[in-house]
């Protein structure tokens, strides 16, 4: 079953870091583009980072750009979201997620999630 | 940037019900090959999104054909026809066309 398992989440003051794992299994990793998406609480789906298959090309969305590192093992079958300078606001469950035909026809597997709180 | 609006932000309706929810994406979002780069989610409380269509009408593998979009340009449709109970959740749109890759504002579909 094509599966993708984030770990990494958990509570951070404001100001810390934290970095994020998504293990991809039972498709060809290293042939697809990646996204992480996060959706605060209550709140709709917001748009993180795009990583291409060969991290040739990576986006960000402008709230957590230059904050937000994405990157991708695909030797491991992982995609990693280094998370620096973190703020109230960045409060939300981060879903990793693979990109169809590099993301112009959507994307089609995502993880369950993984929770983020950033409070002290 | 190219902003998304869904509309409307919540719906009611029976089962047996056919529904209409519309994305207008800030500029066009076809392509010079005609390629429409506007995609579909459900979400269900608890749960990760779910693509439903991509392309703007491309039914995703299995997906029930009550399910269906269109849409060119800027103005863009999914219609639900024949409600069932398991398809009251959040619906989403994205667009793919460039980064960063915007989704809708959702549309929460109510049992009236």
């Known amino acids: 079953e094509v599966q993708l398992v984030e770990s990494g989440g958990g509570l951070v003051q404001p100001g810390g870091s934290l970095r994020l794992s998504c293990a991809a299994s039972a498709f060809s990793f290293s042939s697809y583009s990646m996204n992480w998406v996060r959706q605060a609480p209550g709140k709709g789906l917001e748009w993180v980072s795009y990583i291409t298959s060969g991290s040739s090309t990576i986006y960000y969305a402008d709230s957590v750009k230059g904050r937000f590192t994405i990157s991708r093992d695909n030797t491991k079958n992982s995609l990693y979201l280094q998370m620096n300078s973190l703020r109230a606001e960045d409060t939300a469950v981060y879903y990793c997620?693979?990109?169809?035909?590099?993301?112009?026809?959507?994307?089609?597997?995502w993880g369950k999630g993984t929770s983020v709180t950033v409070s002290s | 940037d190219i902003q998304v609006t869904q509309s409307p932000s919540s719906l009611f309706a029976s089962v047996g019900d056919r529904v209409t929810i519309t994305c207008r994406a800030s500029q066009s979002i076809t392509s010079q090959t005609n390629s429409d780069y506007l995609n579909w989610y459900q979400q269900k409380p608890g749960k990760a999104p779910k693509l439903l269509i991509y392309?703007?009408?491309s039914l995703q593998g299995g997906v029930p054909s009550r399910f269906s979009g269109s849409g060119s340009g800027t103005d863009f449709t999914l219609t639900i026809s024949n409600l069932q109970p398991e398809d009251f959740a959040t619906y989403y749109c994205q667009q793919s066309y460039t980064a960063p890759y915007s989704f809708g504002q959702g549309t929460k579909l109510e049992i009236k």
């Open positions: 392309a703007a009408s």
């Open positions: 997620a693979r990109g169809v035909n590099s993301n112009h026809n959507g994307v089609d597997v």
